[in-house]
């Protein structure tokens, strides 16, 4: 039988084996932000469904009664959440008389983490999967699809069926095989490695100490102190956190083993902490938050912590999330991120195209002068 396509609106109602082979297959480097469980523990919450304005849509693929292909999706009435930045797209539709929402994102809520999107195994598979979103925007009304922080490949191929490429930056650390922090320091210029030594002493100068739970050592306590730092730190930047309490009650439960909190601690209090995915090869930095405001206390917990940890654990790539060019000084270099997109209205398609021809520009050119701000020496380069 010729495979077909249809919209699932609950993650439940696909089994975690069946999905998780074809988002982690065997072989290739596990991403837990695809995971059945880390999508499973958005819904379970409540933090999308609902009235959040991500309401589940995701594709799925099957062949005689086998799960082929599959695409974490979902209508959205509102554009916050996403990291790849379409406000101005909306405003022109608008401005022009045309409705932007719904439109249709296909990415993990709140997680600008790059990763599989079209999760299949064979490339006539992803064809029809992006296929089928197309399909599946004009079958719900929707203006749009967006594919988010997907992987160079994909982002090259969806180009081929008409998708508009757009391209950002992100800083990431590189793993050159280092022993220690002090192998990593040696690497970089003076300057920058004075500068990093004189941070960390600052920080431990305060009498801050450090711990890193994951797995078994992870406990309820432990998310009680961050989820206070989360929530602080969320009505601060956006106004209204996007996660709950449940959602990392969940993590808890299914997916400890996959977490590592950094937790900061000063005279018997815990005063800082920074969620983090970890994956086969890379350790992926989240949220953070703290309750007491100490100088480069953000770059030991969310970086250095990181980098201390990925070495540690032989990972060879940190990734520090969206934006902030202050990692580039920290050893961060700058890396693309890439979203593909496809706009029903063919005026906005056509404007949207010019645009983003430019933006593209400026984004090579941008990521050639951070690169010449490298930190490090010459001769490692």
């Given amino acids: 039988m010729a495979p077909r396509l249809r919209v699932?609106?609950?993650?439940?109602?696909?089994?975690?084996?069946?999905?998780?082979?074809?988002?982690?297959?065997?072989?290739?480097?596990?991403?837990?932000?695809?995971?059945?469980?880390?999508?499973?523990?958005?819904?379970?919450?409540?933090?999308?469904?609902?009235?959040?304005?991500?309401?589940?849509?995701?594709?799925?693929?099957?062949q005689d009664g086998t799960l082929v292909g599959a695409v974490p999706c979902y209508l959205?009435?509102?554009?916050?959440?996403?990291?790849?930045?379409?406000?101005?797209?909306?405003?022109?539709?608008?401005?022009?008389?045309?409705?932007?929402?719904?439109?249709?994102?296909?990415?993990?809520?709140?997680?600008?983490v790059p990763g599989p999107r079209l999760l299949a195994a064979t490339a006539e598979h992803r064809d029809l999967l992006a296929e089928g979103l197309k399909q599946m925007?004009?079958?719900?009304?929707?203006?749009?699809?967006?594919?988010?922080?997907?992987?160079k490949p994909d982002w090259q191929a969806l180009?081929?069926?008409?998708?508009?490429?757009?391209?950002?930056?992100?800083?990431?650390?590189?793993?050159?095989?280092?022993?220690?922090?002090a192998d990593f320091l040696a690497t970089l210029s003076s300057a920058k490695r004075k500068m990093i030594r004189k941070e960390r002493e600052a920080v431990a100068a305060r009498g801050i100490t450090f711990?890193?739970?994951?797995?078994?050592?992870?406990?309820?306590?432990?998310?009680?102190?961050?989820?206070?730092?989360?929530?602080?730190?969320g009505s601060r930047k956006w106004g209204r956190p996007y996660l709950n309490r449940a959602f990392f009650d969940r993590l808890h439960e299914t997916m400890r083993d996959q977490v590592m909190l950094v937790l900061a601690r000063r005279e018997d209090r815990t005063i800082a902490g920074a969620l983090n995915l970890i994956g086969s090869e890379r350790l992926y930095g989240r949220n953070w938050g703290c309750s007491e405001d100490h100088p480069f206390l953000?770059?030991?917990?969310?970086?250095?912590?990181?980098?201390?940890?990925a070495i540690a654990r032989g990972l060879k790539v940190v990734e520090a999330g969206a934006q902030g060019e202050h990692k580039l000084a920290r050893g961060y270099l700058p890396v693309k991120t890439f979203s593909?997109?496809?706009?029903?209205?063919?005026?906005?398609?056509?404007?949207?195209?010019?645009?983003?021809?430019?933006?593209?520009?400026?984004?090579?050119?941008?990521?050639?002068?951070?690169?010449?701000?490298?930190?490090?020496?010459?001769?490692?380069?």
């Fill in 340 to 381: 593909s997109h496809h706009f029903v209205h063919a005026g906005l398609s056509r404007a949207v195209a010019e645009y983003l021809e430019s933006e593209r520009a400026a984004i090579n050119e941008n990521q050639q002068e951070l690169a010449a701000h490298s930190p490090f020496r010459a001769e490692r380069e």
């Fill in 211 to 233: 711990e890193h739970a994951t797995g078994a050592s992870l406990k309820p306590e432990h998310w009680d102190a961050f989820f206070h730092f989360y929530m602080d730190t």
């Fill in 298 to 309: 953000h770059f030991e917990t969310c970086y250095y912590q990181a980098i201390d940890f």
């Fill in 8 to 62: 699932v609106e609950r993650i439940a109602e696909i089994a975690a084996a069946d999905w998780d082979a074809l988002a982690n297959p065997a072989g290739a480097a596990v991403n837990p932000s695809v995971l059945h469980a880390f999508l499973a523990a958005m819904e379970d919450s409540g933090c999308v469904g609902g009235k959040t304005g991500w309401l589940p849509h995701h594709l799925v693929l099957e």
């Fill in 137 to 151: 925007a004009r079958d719900a009304g929707a203006s749009s699809v967006h594919l988010t922080f997907l992987p």
């Fill in 76 to 112: 959205k009435s509102h554009s916050m959440g996403e990291y790849v930045f379409d406000h101005g797209f909306a405003d022109a539709l608008q401005r022009a008389g045309g409705r932007y929402y719904p439109k249709l994102q296909a990415s993990v809520p709140f997680t600008p």
């Fill in 159 to 181: 180009s081929g069926q008409g998708f508009l490429q757009r391209q950002d930056i992100q800083f990431h650390w590189h793993n050159a095989s280092y022993a220690s922090f």
